[in-house]
C-alpha cells in the first residue's frame, strides 16, 4: 500500500429515518441530512460508508477491502462484510422491543453469517430516562407469546433508568428497547437481523402496523431474568492518556479516551481502529497525514498504519475508541499493564462471559 492511503479515513456517515427519531442527529451532532426530517441513526462506520475526503476520497470499506485487503482489515477476511457496525441513535419514543439471533441460529435458520450482539454507551439521557434491558422475572415462551397476543408485553418488561456515561452490553438473546430522552453509541456485530416482538401499539411512518417477527424471536429469546442492567468500567492510564475500558467482547471492544493537547499514539496491533470524537474537535494522523475530525465525527485507521497519533484540538478531547474482534484479551493486557488489580480486571471481563443457557430457552 503507498504512503498516500496510510491515512486516517473520515467517513461520511449513512442517515436512516425513523418514527421514534427527530432532529437532533441534525441540530446537535452536526450530520448533513434534512433539518426536518425525523432522523433516529447515524451509521458512522459501515461497510457501504464512504472516505470523505484525501487519496480514497469516495471509496466506500466494502470497496477498500478489495483493494486493500489485508493492509486495510489485517488478518480479518476481506470478502466478508466489515465485522463493526457503529451507530449514533437518538429516541425521541420507544424504540421497538426487539432480540437478536447469535450467530448459529442465523447460519442456521437466515443463512446468514452472524447474528447480532451489540452494546450501547449513553451519550445523553433526559431525567427520567429509560431502556428496556430483560425482564422483571424469569418468564417463558408460553408466557411471551400469550402476552403478545394479548398486548400485555410491557408488563414483564424490565425498564431501568440511565444517565450520561453507563453501558449497557445486549448479547443475542436478551430482549431490549431504547426509551425517549436517551442518546447512544451503538457498537454491533454488522447483521440487520432485528426480530422486532412489540412495537407499542403503533403504526410506522407509512401509517401501518410495522412488522412483528414473534416466532423468531421466541426461538431465540432467553427467557431467564437478567443481572445487573448497566456494567461495571474500568478506568485506567495507558500511553498517556486517559482511558475507561466499557466493553470486551470477542466481537469488539469499545473504551472511551480522553485526548489533550500533548499528542499520544494508538496502536493498531494489526486490526484497523474506529475513532468517533464526542463534544470536541481531535486531530488523528498517520502515515504523514492529519485529519481534523469535528464533533461526533468518525475515522478509520487502517491496520497497516501499525500507529496513530490523536490530538485534541482544545484542551481536551474525549472519542469512542472500537476495535474489531479478538482484541478483549490485548484490553485484559493493557489493564494490566497499566497496574490495574487482577480482580478488577477479572470482574469487568466475567461481564461479557456467556451464561449457561436457560432451561426455559427453546
Same mark, same amino acid.
Given at each position: 500500500?503507498?504512503?498516500?492511503?496510510?491515512?486516517?479515513?473520515?467517513?461520511?456517515?449513512?442517515?436512516?429515518?425513523?418514527?421514534?427519531?427527530g432532529?437532533?442527529?441534525?441540530?446537535?451532532?452536526?450530520?448533513?441530512?434534512?433539518?426536518?426530517?425525523k432522523?433516529?441513526?447515524?451509521?458512522?462506520?459501515?461497510?457501504?460508508?464512504?472516505?470523505?475526503?484525501?487519496?480514497?476520497?469516495?471509496?466506500?470499506?466494502?470497496?477498500?477491502?478489495?483493494?486493500?485487503?489485508?493492509?486495510?482489515?489485517?488478518?480479518?477476511?476481506?470478502?466478508?462484510?466489515?465485522?463493526?457496525?457503529?451507530?449514533?441513535?437518538?429516541?425521541?419514543?420507544?424504540?421497538?422491543?426487539?432480540?437478536?439471533?447469535?450467530?448459529?441460529?442465523?447460519?442456521?435458520?437466515?443463512?446468514?453469517?452472524?447474528?447480532?450482539?451489540?452494546?450501547?454507551?449513553?451519550?445523553?439521557?433526559?431525567?427520567?430516562?429509560?431502556?428496556?434491558?430483560?425482564?422483571?422475572?424469569?418468564?417463558?415462551?408460553?408466557?411471551?407469546?400469550?402476552?403478545?397476543?394479548?398486548?400485555?408485553?410491557?408488563?414483564?418488561?424490565?425498564?431501568?433508568?440511565?444517565?450520561?456515561?453507563?453501558?449497557?452490553?445486549?448479547?443475542?438473546?436478551?430482549?431490549h428497547?431504547?426509551?425517549p430522552?436517551?442518546?447512544?453509541?451503538?457498537?454491533q456485530?454488522a447483521?440487520?437481523?432485528?426480530?422486532?416482538?412489540?412495537?407499542?401499539?403503533?403504526?410506522?411512518?407509512?401509517?401501518?402496523?410495522?412488522?412483528?417477527?414473534?416466532?423468531?424471536?421466541?426461538?431465540?429469546?432467553?427467557?431467564?431474568?437478567?443481572?445487573?442492567?448497566?456494567?461495571?468500567?474500568?478506568?485506567?492510564?495507558?500511553?498517556?492518556?486517559?482511558?475507561?475500558?466499557?466493553?470486551?467482547?470477542?466481537?469488539f471492544?469499545?473504551?472511551?479516551?480522553?485526548?489533550?493537547?500533548?499528542?499520544?499514539?494508538?496502536?493498531?496491533?494489526?486490526?484497523?481502529l474506529?475513532?468517533?470524537?464526542?463534544?470536541?474537535?481531535?486531530?488523528?494522523?498517520?502515515?504523514?497525514?492529519?485529519?481534523? !475530525? =469535528?464533533?461526533?465525527?468518525? *475515522?478509520?485507521?487502517? #491496520? %497497516?498504519? +501499525?500507529?496513530?497519533?490523536?490530538? $485534541?484540538?482544545?484542551? @481536551?478531547?474525549?472519542?469512542?475508541?472500537?476495535?474489531?474482534?479478538?482484541?478483549?484479551?490485548? !484490553? =485484559?493486557?493493557?489493564?494490566? *499493564?497499566?497496574g490495574? #488489580? %487482577?480482580? +478488577?480486571?477479572?470482574?469487568?471481563? $466475567?461481564?461479557?462471559? @456467556?451464561?449457561?443457557?436457560?432451561?426455559?430457552?427453546?
Open positions: 500500500m503507498s504512503d498516500p492511503d496510510l491515512y486516517p479515513w473520515p467517513v461520511n456517515p449513512k442517515l436512516t429515518q425513523a418514527v421514534w427519531g432532529t437532533e442527529l441534525v441540530d446537535l451532532y452536526g450530520k448533513q441530512g434534512d433539518p426536518n426530517a432522523l433516529g441513526e447515524s451509521w458512522e462506520c459501515w461497510d457501504a460508508d464512504t472516505v470523505r475526503d484525501g487519496s480514497l476520497a469516495g471509496a466506500s470499506l466494502a470497496q477498500l477491502r478489495t483493494k486493500l485487503t489485508a493492509q486495510f482489515l489485517g488478518d480479518l477476511d476481506a470478502t466478508a462484510i466489515f465485522p463493526i457496525l457503529t451507530k449514533i441513535i437518538t429516541a425521541h419514543d420507544w424504540l421497538s422491543v426487539q432480540v437478536h439471533p447469535d450467530d448459529a441460529y442465523a447460519q442456521r435458520v437466515e443463512h446468514q453469517a452472524n447474528g447480532k450482539t451489540e452494546c450501547w454507551y449513553v451519550m445523553a439521557a433526559e431525567p427520567g430516562a429509560e431502556l428496556v434491558v430483560g425482564w422483571v422475572r424469569d418468564t417463558s415462551r408460553a408466557e411471551y407469546e400469550r402476552r403478545v397476543a394479548d398486548g400485555t408485553l410491557a408488563e414483564i418488561l424490565r425498564k431501568v433508568p440511565v444517565k450520561a456515561g453507563d453501558t449497557v452490553y445486549v448479547p443475542a438473546g436478551l430482549v428497547a431504547i426509551g430522552g436517551v442518546t447512544v453509541f451503538e457498537t456485530q447483521s440487520d437481523l432485528t426480530y422486532r416482538m412489540f412495537d407499542w401499539n403503533r403504526v410506522g411512518l407509512d401509517g401501518k402496523p410495522r412488522e412483528l417477527s414473534v416466532q423468531k424471536a421466541a426461538d431465540v429469546l432467553e427467557y431467564a431474568a437478567g443481572g445487573p442492567a448497566t456494567l461495571a468500567q474500568v478506568a485506567y492510564r495507558y500511553e498517556n492518556l486517559e482511558r475507561t475500558a466499557l466493553i470486551a467482547d470477542p466481537r471492544t469499545v473504551e472511551r479516551i480522553v485526548a489533550t493537547a500533548e499528542p499520544a499514539s494508538l496502536a493498531t496491533n494489526g486490526r484497523p474506529i475513532l468517533m470524537t464526542l463534544d470536541a474537535p481531535m486531530d488523528v494522523a498517520c502515515g504523514g497525514v492529519t485529519t481534523t !475530525l =469535528a464533533k461526533y465525527q468518525t *475515522a478509520v485507521v487502517p #491496520a %497497516a498504519a +501499525e500507529w496513530c497519533s490523536v490530538r $485534541a484540538a482544545g484542551d @481536551a478531547a474525549p472519542f469512542m475508541f472500537v476495535t474489531p474482534p479478538a482484541q478483549a484479551d490485548q !484490553l =485484559a493486557v493493557r489493564l494490566m *499493564a497499566a490495574v #488489580a %487482577a480482580g +478488577e480486571i477479572d470482574a469487568f471481563m $466475567a461481564q461479557f462471559r @456467556a451464561p449457561a443457557p436457560s432451561s426455559q430457552h427453546r
